[in-house]
């Protein structure tokens, strides 16, 4: 069974950097034509593509935001991480990772819900 | 604004077919394949369609999807009360300014 599953901090404070992690099973990493997403959605809003990374290790990151997110994984822990840095209130959203297969989102993790306050 | 363009909100009575519209452009649903997802209320977004209209494995054919140009279509006939949910389309596009993955503004759908 394929599972995914975010955590990370539940609060950050503005200006702050934010890491998150998926940790994935029943599937591998370095499986090959599979990847892993970050998609985030705001309170009552709508879905926003962060950024993915594949096996190969070819990343790719939301053009809005690339300047603020760094992705990263570790197969032998079966982990990736997403980084976000300068935190703001705006920035406030539940965080899915999700496998990337068949060429969509095909599993999602539950989400991990993140606030930015002071 | 999201990139790809749908209705807020639908709706239909039990039994009835519903459809919902995405709209794009050239450089992600005229160039690239759609799929669409289901979010329940309070849960985490499930594939619907992939490929423009391919359902996975343990999705009821009543779901259905279809693409003509720059613009993708979600068929839902035999509508049954627990298909009450958000609705997305997304797409890959690949811009002048940079490639991205996009997803429409979300339709909620309500039945009657």
């Known amino acids: 069974q394929v599972t995914l599953k975010e955590s990370g901090p539940v609060l950050v404070k503005p200006t702050e950097t934010l890491t998150l992690t998926c940790t994935v099973s029943g599937f591998s990493l370095s499986n090959a034509r599979m990847g892993v997403s970050w998609i985030r959605q705001p309170p009552g809003k709508a879905l926003e593509w962060l950024a993915h990374i594949f096996s190969n290790d070819e990343k790719s990151y939301s053009t809005s935001l690339k300047s603020r997110l760094t992705i990263s994984k570790d197969t032998s822990k079966s982990q990736v991480v997403l980084t976000m840095t300068n935190m703001d209130p705006v920035d406030t959203a539940t965080y899915y990772c999700?496998?990337?297969?068949?060429?969509?989102?095909?599993?999602w993790g539950q989400g991990t819900m993140v606030t930015v306050s002071s | 604004q999201s990139v790809l363009t749908q209705p807020p909100s639908a709706s239909g009575t039990p039994g009835q077919r519903v459809t919902i519209s995405c709209s794009g452009s050239s450089s992600n649903i005229g160039s690239n394949t759609v799929n669409w997802y289901q979010q329940l209320p309070g849960t985490a977004p499930k594939l619907l369609i992939y490929s423009n209209n391919q359902r996975p494995s343990g999705v009821p054919d009543r779901f259905s999807g279809s693409k003509s140009g720059t613009s993708a279509s979600l068929a839902i006939s035999g509508l049954q009360s627990e298909d009450e949910a958000d609705y997305y389309c997304?797409?890959?596009?690949?811009?002048?300014?940079?490639?991205?993955?996009?997803f429409g503004g979300g339709t909620k759908l309500t039945v009657l």
């Open positions: 997304a797409a890959w596009d690949d811009s002048l300014n940079g490639s991205n993955w996009v």
């Open positions: 999700a496998r990337i297969a068949l060429g969509a989102f095909d599993i």
